[in-house]
């Protein structure tokens, strides 16, 4: 989208000249449902974007609107309310929030969202109206933040108010992603490390267009798991606060010992954040057959160990092998719907797209969407 066409839209509604900030949703090339347990992750940001326009007010009030969704909200900044409305307004009055009760002083504000980010595909809208509305919300205030900080707030404000109890991934690459790189995160430290993506090869992104209920309840039981899995640990190894911290050797000598379904959730843990430190390894010495096998083993730990897949998402990692220029894929994101993310050579993309596709569409009579990617920049001003 131009900004110049985001302006004249804004200036027809609020009349006035907005500040633009553009944050993008991402894609997680490994490392799923490591983020929470403190672990490593690999993802990209993308170029779906979530587009949020600013006028200052003369007053205290934040009015909210959108062209695409549904609804215009009016709050008072001295009088936001304390708890999630229900509303898609929500990511941003938790950003409002959670910035005022960091002490950083708010604008009254006229604001207009425009999202290109697909919703419930699993490529994190949310994660992308927050940041870009954190930036909008500071530009008219005098504090200057950190990114690393307005991922870790906007997280807060996901987890605190929208109550969504997500890790840090998806806000921090949508701060800090960088065009032609993944970020390889240590979410403990948020050290980051950028591993370059060999410039032939596009990340095709495949929209089940599936989103199964239990997502969100089934991501709070897995936390859970995890959790018990981490107390379990910590009584043979004090130094275990996360399982992170839990080696493959401590994980194989209790294998028999811990419930089934505990045990299955941290082998998924401990072995997945090893295969992501050795998937930036392998990416960024342009190994793509380990890096293929890498993302494959992910997604049969996924489906079988950590049991997040869906018929659809497994019909599409099927769908792609064998296909020409394809080196691996798997699922992307929470699961239990959304999307699949696949590293193509770039001369066979196009034709991987139509493929897969037609294969998907023949498998589960659901015509998906298919998008070729590469990977973006995260948040920025638009002039
Ligand atoms: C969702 C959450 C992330 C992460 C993934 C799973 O996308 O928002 O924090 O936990 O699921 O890897």
Same mark, same amino acid.
């Given at each position: 989208?131009?900004?110049?066409?985001?302006?004249?839209?804004?200036?027809?509604?609020?009349?006035? =000249?907005?500040?633009?900030?553009?944050?993008? $949703?991402? &894609? @997680?090339?490994?490392?799923?449902?490591?983020?929470?347990?403190?672990?490593?992750?690999?993802?990209?940001?993308?170029?779906?974007?979530?587009?949020?326009?600013?006028? !200052?007010?003369?007053?205290?009030?934040?009015?909210?609107?959108?062209?695409?969704? !549904?609804?215009?909200?009016?709050?008072?900044?001295?009088?936001?309310?304390? %708890? =999630?409305?229900?509303?898609?307004?929500?990511?941003?009055?938790?950003?409002?929030?959670?910035?005022?009760?960091?002490?950083?002083?708010? @604008?009254?504000?006229?604001?207009?969202?425009?999202?290109?980010?697909?919703?419930?595909?699993?490529?994190?809208?949310?994660?992308?109206?927050?940041?870009?509305?954190?930036?909008?919300?500071?530009?008219?205030?005098?504090?200057?933040?950190?990114?690393? +900080?307005?991922?870790?707030?906007?997280?807060?404000?996901?987890?605190?108010?929208?109550?969504?109890?997500? $890790?840090?991934?998806?806000?921090?690459?949508?701060?800090?992603?960088?065009?032609?790189?993944?970020?390889?995160?240590?979410?403990?430290?948020?050290?980051?490390?950028? &591993?370059?993506?060999?410039?032939?090869?596009?990340?095709? &992104?495949?929209?089940?267009?599936?989103?199964?209920?239990?997502?969100?309840?089934?991501?709070?039981?897995?936390?859970?798991?995890?959790?018990?899995?981490? %107390?379990?640990?910590?009584?043979?190894?004090?130094?275990? %606060?996360?399982?992170?911290?839990?080696?493959? +050797?401590?994980?194989?000598?209790?294998?028999?010992?811990?419930?089934?379904?505990?045990?299955?959730?941290?082998?998924?843990?401990? =072995? +997945?954040?090893? %295969?992501?430190?050795?998937?930036? =390894?392998?990416?960024?010495?342009?190994?793509?057959?380990?890096?293929?096998?890498?993302?494959?083993?992910?997604?049969?730990?996924?489906?079988?160990?950590?049991? &997040?897949?869906?018929?659809?998402?497994?019909?599409?990692?099927? !769908?792609?092998?064998?296909?020409?220029?394809?080196?691996?894929?798997?699922?992307?994101?929470?699961?239990?719907?959304?999307?699949?993310? @696949?590293?193509?050579?770039?001369? @066979?993309?196009?034709?991987?797209?139509?493929?897969?596709?037609?294969?998907?569409?023949?498998?589960?009579?659901?015509?998906?969407?298919?998008?070729?990617?590469?990977?973006?920049?995260?948040?920025?001003?638009?002039?």
């Amino acid at each position: 989208m131009q900004a110049s066409e985001f302006t004249q839209r804004f200036d027809r509604l609020f009349g006035a =000249r907005p500040r633009i900030y553009r944050a993008p $949703g991402r &894609v @997680n090339l490994i490392g799923e449902h490591t983020d929470y347990n403190d672990g490593f992750v690999m993802p990209a940001a993308v170029a779906f974007s979530t587009y949020v326009g600013i006028a !200052a007010r003369p007053d205290r009030k934040l009015l909210i609107r959108s062209e695409e969704f !549904a609804g215009d909200f009016d709050f008072d900044l001295d009088h936001l309310p304390p %708890r =999630r409305t229900g509303g898609w307004c929500d990511y941003m009055l938790g950003v409002a929030t959670v910035l005022q009760q960091r002490g950083c002083e708010l @604008n009254g504000a006229n604001l207009l969202v425009h999202g290109e980010v697909p919703i419930g595909a699993g490529l994190s809208s949310s994660a992308a109206i927050e940041v870009a509305s954190a930036l909008a919300l500071l530009s008219l205030g005098k504090t200057q933040l950190p990114l690393p +900080e307005i991922a870790q707030l906007c997280r807060k404000a996901e987890n605190e108010f929208v109550g969504a109890r997500v $890790g840090i991934m998806d806000q921090f690459v949508s701060c800090m992603g960088k065009a032609g790189h993944a970020i390889l995160l240590d979410c403990r430290s948020l050290d980051t490390k950028y &591993v370059p993506i060999p410039a032939d090869v596009r990340l095709v &992104v495949c929209n089940t267009m599936v989103k199964h209920d239990l997502a969100t309840g089934a991501y709070n039981t897995r936390r859970a798991e995890c959790e018990e899995g981490v %107390r379990y640990f910590a009584k043979y190894d004090p130094a275990v %606060r996360a399982l992170r911290d839990v080696s493959p +050797e401590l994980l194989d000598q209790h294998a028999r010992d811990l419930p089934e379904t505990i045990w299955k959730r941290c082998c998924h843990v401990v =072995r +997945e954040n090893q %295969r992501t430190m050795e998937a930036a =390894r392998a990416l960024a010495s342009g190994d793509l057959g380990r890096m293929g096998e890498l993302m494959r083993e992910s997604h049969r730990s996924l489906r079988d160990l950590y049991e &997040v897949s869906c018929s659809e998402l497994d019909l599409m990692v099927e !769908a792609a092998e064998n296909l020409p220029g394809f080196c691996g894929g798997r699922m992307t994101g929470g699961g239990f719907g959304g999307c699949t993310v @696949n590293l193509v050579r770039q001369d @066979n993309a196009q034709e991987f797209a139509a493929q897969i596709a037609g294969r998907y569409k023949r498998a589960t009579g659901i015509t998906p969407q298919v998008y070729t990617c590469s990977a973006e920049n995260g948040v920025q001003a638009l002039s």
